[in-house]
């Protein structure tokens, strides 16, 4: 049984000009180990889609799916006592920001040891143990010293390594990393993956990895699911969608990245052209038809999902065949 089962999950928020349709019918699931990523521009609903998992999604937020299950907890139907404890023990979010997600009213410790104390019960020391034993499997220096300071106090790149910490205190089995480089430069971005990776392996742990950097998921998934207005146009391993993207939508991205010995110095880069539709209001056919070379009378109609492999699939009026597509 897989350990995360999303099936046809919605996420619709009502605005003062209508209906906003943010995600829409997103299906995948996760095993245990492994790491799926969730690219897109933004703004396509990949940080809506994992809030919907911990159940922290806005107030007006409208949830709801054929299945959401977690290692057979039905999170839909579960109670709010349910969902906290699950929240930061057994799924654990590290958010977007580190900058802003930690409390600067509260030391590194206070905030590390919170969660554990909360789940597990554990003493005092026993919190503060676990969390200098994170902060130095993170790769912070003087751990002890660092666990009695405050977030000002810490660089970009340590403050992230905190929330790695942080996510990891009750040793989860899922974990969902929301842009989790996006504030630190390139060296800082390539030790935190690494980190992440090294960390996975040897937690055992699953891993929702949200960004909008192909690069990163190169270095880091097993799967990718490739998110465009709120739906999942692309889904399957890294490899094969990398090798032969079969979404107009996938090869537009993949034609925007460099590549060394054919991308000539001073060489324009790839681009899309357009703009990502208004998702307020009734939506038919395929969002990236106005967008797209290939469109055709029929992207106004119903969107098949075609499997290109036993497991690449692509939504996509176009019958591409792709390898031992069906």
Known sequence: MALLDVDRLTIDIPTDTGLLHAVGGVSFSLERGQ????VGESGSGKSLTSLALMDLLPRRAIRRAATLRFDGIDLLGASNRQKEDLRGNRMAMIFQEPMTSLNPAFTIGNQLSE????????????????????LEKTGITAAA???????????????QRVMIAMALMCEPDLIIADEPTTAL????QAQILRLLRDLQAEFGMAM??????????ARVADQV???????LVETGPVERVFASPGHPYTQGLMGC?????????????????GQVPNMVGDLQGCAFRDRCARK???CLGAIPERRLAADHRVSCVHDISIGSAA
């Open 35 to 38: 790491t799926l990523a969730i």
């Open 115 to 134: 969660a554990l104390r909360r789940h597990r019960r554990v003493s005092r020391d026993a919190a503060r143990d676990r969390a200098i034993f994170l």
């Open 145 to 159: 010293t660092r666990f009695g300071q405050y977030p000002h106090q810490l660089s970009g790149g340590l403050r």
């Open 185 to 188: 430069d390139v060296t800082i």
């Open 208 to 217: 929702i990895l949200v960004t909008h950097d192909l690069g990163v998921v």
């Open 225 to 231: 699911g490739v998110m465009y207005a709120g739906r």
């Open 257 to 273: 990245i460099p590549t060394p010995g054919r991308t000539r110095p001073g060489e324009p880069l790839g681009s899309i052209p």
């Open 296 to 298: 055709i009378e029929g």
